[in-house]
């Protein structure tokens, strides 16, 4: 396993790096568009959006559109010049 990043040092696994690294681009998705660009496995898709969310790199939002469905997206840190400590938005 391998950290997704140094400032926190987070630990998981390959296939939530990969779906992290997806989501790295700012657009949020749902669980079927994530599987459909991954290409891994739905269940392994579930276990990694778990270990990202319980590590709070993701959040999931409510669709308006579909209420079926959850929206997941990475979660933007904002650092603060004054405080100089990392903030979840």
């Known amino acids: 396993m391998r950290p997704v990043n140094a400032v926190n040092n987070i630990h ?3 296939s939530a790096v990969a779906v992290y690294n997806l989501l790295k681009d700012g ?3 749902t669980f079927k568009e994530i599987s459909k660009t991954a ?3 739905p269940r392994t ?4 959006l778990k270990k990202l969310k ?3 790199l993701i959040i999931e939002k409510f669709n308006f559109h ?3 469905q ?3 997206q990475i979660r933007e840190t ?3 010049e004054d405080i100089s400590t990392v903030m979840a938005l």
């Open 54 to 56: 319980d590590n709070g």
């Open 39 to 41: 290409e891994i496995a």
């Open 12 to 14: 998981l696994p390959p």
């Open 66 to 68: 579909d209420a079926r």
């Open 78 to 80: 904002v650092v603060s």
């Open 27 to 29: 657009q949020p998705r």
């Open 45 to 48: 898709i579930r276990y990694a």
């Open 70 to 72: 959850i929206i997941y």
